[in-house]
């Protein structure tokens, strides 16, 4: 089994914010591989089904994005996943709008929900699905960029999401790279 966690908010108001594209992401997964409904559980919300051949078990946590691994330790520990098998899909200012980057360890970023799930479970060594929402030009900017909703002109969004569902069963296969590759390949047309 594997844990594939979304990094967000969970206010009903948030739920378009660009710092929620990682909970977006799961829904969009959920749906398109048939996972169960959605129930509250590990100080979040969580789903189960297969991708591929793969269990997954699809964790949002419900703690605020600064505390998300409040909710991630929990669920890993139960399930006796080791950091390895955790993969956070989380928004990402230092990449393009739609482009998507796949790496194992290293350090937050300054990303507060990466920087919690590395505290909560010791190491940095899990995997990150960065999700481009590109950066707004200068760091005084950066809060109300991350904490606004997608713009209408934003028409990469949903074909981003349906492409990262499309794509999820090289995530479980761990093949990042033919991951990123079909992605690219599915959204060239709205970039």
Same mark, same amino acid.
């Given at each position: 089994?594997?844990?594939?966690?979304?990094?967000?908010?969970?206010?009903? !108001?948030?739920?378009?914010?660009?710092?929620?594209?990682?909970?977006?992401?799961? @829904? #969009?997964? #959920?749906?398109?591989?048939?996972? !169960?409904?959605?129930?509250?559980?590990?100080?979040?919300?969580? #789903?189960?089904?297969?991708?591929?051949?793969?269990?997954? /078990?699809?964790?949002?946590?419900?703690?605020?994005?600064?505390? !998300?691994?409040?909710?991630?330790?929990?669920?890993?520990?139960?399930?006796?996943?080791?950091?390895?098998?955790?993969?956070?899909?989380? @928004?990402?200012? @230092?990449?393009?709008?739609?482009?998507?980057?796949?790496?194992?360890?290293?350090?937050?970023?300054?990303?507060?929900?990466?920087?919690?799930?590395?505290?909560? /479970?010791?190491?940095?060594?899990?995997?990150?699905?960065?999700?481009?929402?590109?950066?707004?030009?200068?760091? @005084?900017?950066?809060?109300?960029?991350?904490?606004?909703?997608?713009?209408?002109?934003?028409?990469?969004?949903?074909? /981003?999401?349906?492409?990262?569902?499309? #794509?999820?069963?090289? /995530?479980?296969?761990?093949?990042?790279?033919?991951?990123?590759?079909?992605?690219?390949?599915?959204?060239?047309?709205?970039?």
């Amino acid at each position: 089994m594997l844990l594939w966690v979304g990094l967000g908010n969970p206010e009903p !108001s948030q739920a378009r914010h660009r710092h929620n594209i990682g909970f977006m992401a799961l @829904d #969009a997964i #959920a749906r398109r591989h048939g996972f !169960s409904p959605w129930r509250q559980r590990f100080k979040g919300m969580i #789903a189960e089904g297969l991708v591929g051949r793969q269990k997954i /078990l699809a964790l949002k946590p419900l703690t605020y994005m600064n505390g !998300s691994g409040e909710a991630v330790q929990p669920a890993a520990a139960f399930h006796k996943i080791p950091p390895e098998g955790i993969w956070a899909f989380h @928004d990402e200012l @230092d990449l393009a709008p739609g482009r998507v980057r796949v790496k194992r360890g290293g350090g937050a970023a300054g990303h507060n929900g990466l920087r919690d799930i590395q505290r909560a /479970l010791g190491t940095p060594e899990f995997w990150r699905v960065r999700l481009g929402i590109g950066h707004p030009g200068h760091k @005084d900017r950066v809060t109300g960029h991350v904490l606004g909703n997608f713009a209408k002109a934003d028409d990469w969004v949903e074909p /981003l999401l349906e492409a990262v569902a499309e #794509a999820a069963p090289l /995530l479980a296969e761990a093949r990042p790279e033919e991951f990123m590759t079909k992605i690219a390949f599915l959204t060239q047309e709205t970039r």
